[in-house]
């Protein structure tokens, strides 16, 4: 019989929904049960495409007997981090403070207060290396419940004092200058890998908020250094097993150092990020890889993420069906000999093993290898290889695809959305733009209220109860801006400024710094405030370059100081941590080099020269550029006001730092001024 998950929206809920275990989501009503019952909680935290979280639910959850122990001496309650970040990152705090690592599944023990007492992440059924089992640590919490009452309060009451001591203090509120940003330069070669690529050890992710910072810094400095390590680790990437040399998109992140064994999850916002940075690293270097790349990411987007209602869904899974009725992860995507040999024939296969390093004993498990295109003298056939590439493509199909976690999350959706538009703008893709607009249709229409208040997911046409939290507003925001410069359509302008209205005066604190939830959301046991980039950019660094942008299109002096002050934070963490504030890094890069402001004038958007000129705008590499394009003198735009035509020609004007240059009717002056 389904329990209470079977009518949440969540899918990564449902799939919980018909558990033997009574399971209640997050909710004041959980808590008040437990505070009746006199129990403790179990708090369970993952998302729909986590392997490890599917284990311990096979496991566990399903177990009849663990589920009856539960049921008897706890209130247990299940939470998708993705629909709520704010949870997951208050008591993940918690874990990572306590125990010195955190993860997921998450799985901590609560009061009914909801202040946390014991931690862990993945428990397996029966001890393990050193790990008790779930069963062991259920029996030892509860009898520290029954008998022990008094401790289990004064340590649930010290790690709740401790959280809230850990308000940020970042020192001033002056956005980094030439010196941090070099700093930050100098830590990141510190800890690149040169031989492969990337950053530090394994695991492995795709650094993209750190390429967007070393594109920018480059841009602005010429450092060499910089572009040398954005291309590297872009190619490394690019020709891992981490790239999905089939059908396009990345996973998650790579197992080992050398890219080539992902995780096989792919989520949405990893593939935003990188298809954004790869078409940056396209316009800054001409680079045929980048394009494939950029492009072939934003395809997958929409061919295997795009919802029926025009988002774009979450993430897909890891696992899948092997054939055999397991659920394996990587199932879907790697190949043995044998395996080429039945769809291409023997030459063929041979052919493909080596273009792709597919081994007799296999770069994955049981003689299975992940494709990759490892550096090789061999000149290939092209279109021989295209046709493979079709011909296996169309033979993965036919295999039972990995599960889709259907949720549309604004902030992630986003993020896509100004993947989409620019990638569109900048390879004639206008299909790639369409998909962008109808994303961002689907967010004013579905997830925006009558208060411009956003909600943070949605289904099936359905708005789920959460609240959108900073990294919403400010991504979404960051999206709307995008398509702003890419359409020369005001309206997302003004939707963005609706958005961020609401980041300055509901998550703005008094000395600029912001917090993730807003300052009338749910109160947890700490309001929770980071502003470190992780799988995406924070949403305190998301915030302070969409404040930043805005401020550049329309003068909103309140917006441009908020983003000043929010940028204290990088001033502190850049050159120390630099890894960990990539995007609000590249956000200090716009900032100090203006950003520039670039106005588009000519009699109508399709007009020849005019449509020259805003390409040239939207491919210049100037740090956080911003694009208005219309008729002179429209009010779509503040930059347009005032603007003529030169001459009655079609005429660009880049101002920043409150100072234009001459305005310019020439395509190839534009490109100059704007470091194209």
């Not at 305005?663 to 100059?672: E, G, I, K, Q, S």
Request: charged share 25%.
């Amino acid at each position: 019989m389904p329990n209470r998950l079977a009518h949440e929206t969540s899918p990564y809920l449902l799939q919980h929904a018909d558990n033997p275990v009574d399971w209640w989501p997050w909710s004041a009503e959980a808590f008040e049960e437990a505070r009746k019952a006199n129990k403790p909680v179990l708090l369970s935290v993952g998302y729909s495409s986590c392997h490890w979280c599917h284990v311990m639910a096979h496991e566990s959850f399903e177990d009849e007997a663990t589920a009856d122990f539960l049921n008897e001496h706890f209130v247990s309650v299940k939470v998708d981090r993705e629909e709520r970040p704010d949870v997951d990152a208050v008591y993940m705090e918690a874990v990572q403070a306590a125990t010195g690592q955190g993860g997921w599944p998450m799985t901590v023990f609560l009061t009914p207060d909801a202040e946390p007492f014991y931690f862990g992440t993945y428990f397996p059924p029966a001890p393990r290396q050193g790990m008790p089992s779930f069963r062991q640590v259920l029996e030892g919490v509860r009898s520290a419940w029954t008998d022990r009452r008094d401790e289990v309060a004064e340590v649930a009451g010290k790690i709740v004092r401790d959280l809230a001591g850990r308000e940020i203090s970042y020192g001033d509120s002056q956005a980094p200058g030439e010196e941090q940003l070099a700093a930050a330069l100098l830590g990141l070669t510190r800890e690149y890998d040169a031989q492969r690529g990337g950053f530090g050890g394994a695991p492995k992710f795709p650094p993209s908020m750190v390429v967007e910072f070393l594109l920018r810094h480059h841009a602005r400095t010429g450092a060499e250094g910089a572009l040398q390590m954005a291309r590297d680790t872009c190619e490394r990437m690019a020709r891992g097993g981490i790239h999905d040399q089939l059908g396009g998109g990345f996973a998650r992140y790579s197992v080992d150092r050398d890219w080539i064994v992902p995780h096989f999850e792919k989520m949405l916002y990893d593939n935003a990020l990188l298809c954004r940075v790869y078409a940056h690293l396209w316009r800054a270097t001409g680079s045929d890889l980048a394009r494939r790349v950029a492009l072939d990411t934003a395809d997958f987007m929409v061919r295997e993420l795009r919802t029926d209602e025009g988002g774009f869904a979450s993430a897909l899974d890891a696992d899948s069906d092997d054939g055999t009725g397991r659920h394996v992860e990587g199932a879907y995507y790697v190949w043995t000999p044998e395996q080429l040999r039945e769809v291409l024939g023997e030459q063929d296969a041979d052919l493909a093993a080596q273009y792709f390093g597919v081994t007799e004993e296999g770069t994955f498990e049981h003689g299975q290898s992940v494709l990759q295109l490892p550096q090789q003298d061999t000149v290939f056939d092209a279109e021989k290889i295209e046709s493979i590439r079709r011909r296996l493509l169309e033979a993965r199909a036919q295999r039972p695809a990995p599960g889709r976690d259907d949720k549309v999350v604004a902030a992630w959706n986003g993020l896509a959305i100004a993947a989409l538009a620019e990638t569109g703008a900048y390879f004639d893709r206008p299909d790639l733009v369409e998909a962008a607009l109808g994303a961002a249709d689907l967010l004013v229409r579905l997830h925006l209220d009558e208060q411009a208040r956003l909600s943070r997911t949605s289904k099936d046409y359905q708005v789920g109860p959460n609240a959108g939290v900073l990294e919403d507003y400010a991504d979404v925001a960051e999206g709307f801006l995008a398509l702003t410069s890419v359409t020369g359509e005001g309206v997302w302008l003004d939707f963005a400024g609706f958005l961020l209205d609401h980041v300055l005066s509901r998550f703005t604190g008094d000395d600029g710094a912001m917090y993730d939830t807003a300052s009338d959301a749910e109160r947890l046991i700490r309001r929770p405030q980071d502003p470190t980039d992780n799988a995406v950019p924070s949403g305190w660094t998301a915030a302070a370059g969409a404040l930043l942008s805005y401020a550049a299109q329309t003068g909103a002096e309140p917006h441009r100081a908020a983003a000043g002050k929010a940028l204290g934070v990088v001033k502190a963490l850049g050159p120390r941590v630099p890894r960990f504030v990539g995007w609000g890094l590249a956000v200090a890069e716009a900032n100090l080099d203006g950003p520039r402001e670039v106005a588009v004038v000519g009699p109508s958007l399709t007009d020849p020269v005019t449509k020259a000129l805003h390409r040239t705008a939207l491919l210049g590499t100037a740090p956080g550029a911003v694009v208005a394009v219309g008729a002179p003198d429209s009010e779509e735009f503040p930059l347009l006001a005032d603007r003529v035509l030169v001459g009655g020609e079609p005429t660009a004007y880049v101002c920043r730092h409150f100072t234009c240059d001459a305005p310019t009717t020439d395509v190839d002056a534009l490109r100059v001024a704007l470091g194209g």
